[in-house]
Nanobody, 124 residues
């Protein structure tokens, strides 16, 4: 089971980036997919989650209204569209999968599989 995150990079304040997370090794039909981020010296923070059907989503307060999570089940891929980026969004972003979990669980300990992380840097 592998999760491969991509799409990170450098953006200016107010800019946009889209992250992708491709899953391989099994079908993630029953998995909640989530995004977390971790800035230097800080704890890992919940960003967003989406149900296996895509019908339910949940966002952390700091990104609500700016970020959108989506998934393409046929491609086993989940996306994170990040708009109106701010310097405080700078972090390593991780995608994760939680078998039969809930989108409303923010704890990283509930997630079973993790990608390698992709760096997002927002310049002021």
């Amino acid at each position: 089971v592998q999760l491969q995150a991509s799409g990170g990079g450098l953006a200016q304040t107010g800019g946009s980036l889209r992250l992708s997370c491709a899953a391989s090794g099994r079908t993630f039909r029953s998995y909640v997919m989530g995004w977390f981020r971790q800035a230097p010296g800080k704890e890992r923070e919940f960003v967003a989650a989406i149900s296996w059907s895509g019908s339910s989503t949940y966002y952390g307060d700091s990104v609500k209204g700016r970020f959108t999570i989506s998934r393409n089940a046929a491609k086993n891929t989940v996306y994170l569209q990040m708009n109106s980026l701010q310097p405080e969004d700078t972090a390593v972003y991780y995608c994760a999968a939680d078998y039969s979990g809930s989108v409303y669980v923010k704890s990283s300990y509930e997630y079973d599989y993790w990608g390698q992380g992709t760096q997002v840097t927002v310049s002021s």
